[in-house]
């Protein structure tokens, strides 16, 4: 395993929207075992693979001491509200109030391209339209409300 170099606000990668995945490979599994591992050395709760340089549609996400691997996610539900404070790691010292769901339920695959289900509330579920904003080029910044 290896850690990645994390991107910053400001590199073009971070706004592209991410390729689908169709082969559940070897390169797969290494992309996924050192975004874990990047995460971890980040201390983040959460990674997506744009922020690693890799516009494919794979995150990883650890809020509550349980590593979740998501590769193609969609948001196929999704209920109430929630108001709390975000940061990301491609953005260093920036936290702000963002509004989400309170509750949502994803739809995607495993490292070996097995269909998953996966419904979560509260941190996990911020963590979770975080990371698939970041698949579609989207920054915790842009949905904080100005003024
Ligand atoms: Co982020």
């Known amino acids: 395993m290896a850690r990645l170099n994390v991107v910053k606000i400001g590199d073009s990668v971070l706004r592209e929207k991410c390729m689908e995945v169709h082969k559940f490979n070897d390169n797969l599994h290494r992309l996924l075992d050192n975004m874990a591992e990047t995460m971890y050395a980040e201390q983040g709760v959460g990674l997506a693979a744009p922020q690693v340089g890799i516009p494919k549609r794979v995150v990883v996400i650890d809020t509550e001491g349980e ?67 970041h698949l579609d080029g989207v920054l915790f910044v842009d949905r904080v409300r100005k003024g």
């Open 67 to 133: 590593l979740i691997e998501l590769v193609n996610p969609v948001i196929v539900e999704s209920s109430g509200n929630q108001t709390g404070e975000e940061g990301c790691l491609s953005i260093p010292g920036e936290y702000e109030e963002v509004s989400r769901a309170a509750e949502v339920t994803v739809r995607g695959q495993d490292r070996e391209g097995r269909e998953i289900t996966l419904t979560g509330s509260g941190m996990l579920a911020r963590a979770i339209q975080h990371e698939i904003d």
